[in-house]
């Protein structure tokens, strides 16, 4: 389908009016590709507002945009007017610190290490605190060899990971009182207020790492447990984020499907309600619940094993495919 005037203007004004706009298969609350979800996730990341525009509501966008761009593929970034890449090229970008830089943001990859105190202080490094106990086990656990010091990884579902070991090339150092880290860009990233310490534990002692601000996680929640749910007439949303095509083979009375209409009624309820997704294996509603998540809710659940699991350990006649 050839660009008409009409779409090349649409796309020229998306472009020139906002700063940062992204081309994408749904939106910043339910991306529906991976590739999309994961440019929206490092957007997520460093700026507050951008534009999205979902290519799947209008056939001549989504068309348009490619011969507009002379790019192949969904999804497609702009930043200042300016065709910045796809996926891949956005994911290279940022683990350079080069869409920081375009951006007009702090890059954690640069940020220096400095100051005394809890944490080094300069723009861009993240504010770490050690507590006394830990900084007395660092000392004790740390190994003779030259350049092996803590480092701490932090996955984008806030599970850490600490050990000790040698500097990697990218990695971010951050002075925290008398402890030196090592973090990795993305950690570094979510590692603003961090507290490190080391708790009494019936092996002897463990690090404890907590951060007070550390967003809510989506929740797993068996067949069964959700049978109870029904049975106790608890309060909640079940959606289902399978296609129409899965949904007329089966589907468990109540599950409301994510489709335009289902994400309208989502995106009005109050952030407080409980929300459970399924899919077939639990998987794409594993994805779904943390678009949730990032939308601001805070009690996500995601049903283990999807509807194959209530079929086999609750409702046998909900057919298996």
Same mark, same amino acid.
């Given at each position: 389908m050839a660009l008409t005037k009409?779409? %090349?203007q649409q796309i020229d004004?998306? =472009?020139?009016?906002n700063r940062v706009v992204l081309f994408m298969k749904g939106s910043r609350q339910f991306p529906q590709c991976g590739f999309s979800a994961k440019v929206v996730g490092m957007l997520d990341e460093l700026v507050r507002t951008y534009e999205t525009v979902n290519i799947l509501e209008d056939p001549k966008m989504r068309d348009g945009i490619k011969e507009y761009s002379q790019w192949p593929t969904i999804p497609q970034l702009y930043i200042d007017g300016q065709f910045v890449g796809g996926c891949d090229l956005v994911t290279e970008m940022r683990a350079a610190g080069e869409l920081e830089r375009l951006l007009g943001v702090p890059s954690a990859k640069s940020a220096p290490s400095a100051g005394t105190g809890t944490a080094a202080t300069r723009a861009g490094a993240p504010q770490i605190t050690v507590t006394a106990a830990a900084t007395k086990a660092f000392r004790e656990a740390s190994p003779e060899a030259e350049g092996d010091l803590p480092r701490l990884? $932090?996955?984008s579902t806030f599970e850490y990971d600490l050990s000790i070991g040698p500097r990697a090339k990218d990695? =971010? +150092? =951050?002075? @925290?009182g008398d402890v030196t880290l090592f973090l990795d860009p993305a950690s570094a990233s979510r590692a603003n207020g961090v507290t490190i310490d080391f708790v009494d534990t019936d092996d002897g002692g463990a690090f404890k790492i907590t951060r007070p601000t550390e967003p809510h996680a989506v929740? +797993? $929640?068996t067949a069964t447990d959700?049978? @109870?749910?029904f049975d106790q007439t608890r309060t909640f949303e079940l959606y289902d984020v399978r296609p129409g095509e +899965? %949904? @007329? $083979? @089966?589907? $468990?009375? %109540?599950? %409301?499907?994510l489709d335009p209409s289902g994400k309208s009624h989502l995106l009005a309820l109050d952030k407080k309600t409980p929300l459970i997704f399924h899919c077939h294996h639990g998987t794409r509603s594993r994805n779904a619940a943390e678009d949730a998540l990032r939308a601001g809710f805070h009690e996500v659940y995601n049903l283990e094993g999807g509807i194959d699991a209530w079929s086999l350990h609750v409702d046998p006649s909900v057919p298996r495919y």
């Open positions: 009409e779409s %090349r004004d998306l =472009v020139k009016k990884e $932090i996955s990695d =971010v +150092e =951050v002075l @925290a929740r +797993e $929640i959700l049978k @109870a749910w +899965e %949904r @007329a $083979i @089966a589907k $468990i009375d %109540r599950g %409301r499907p």
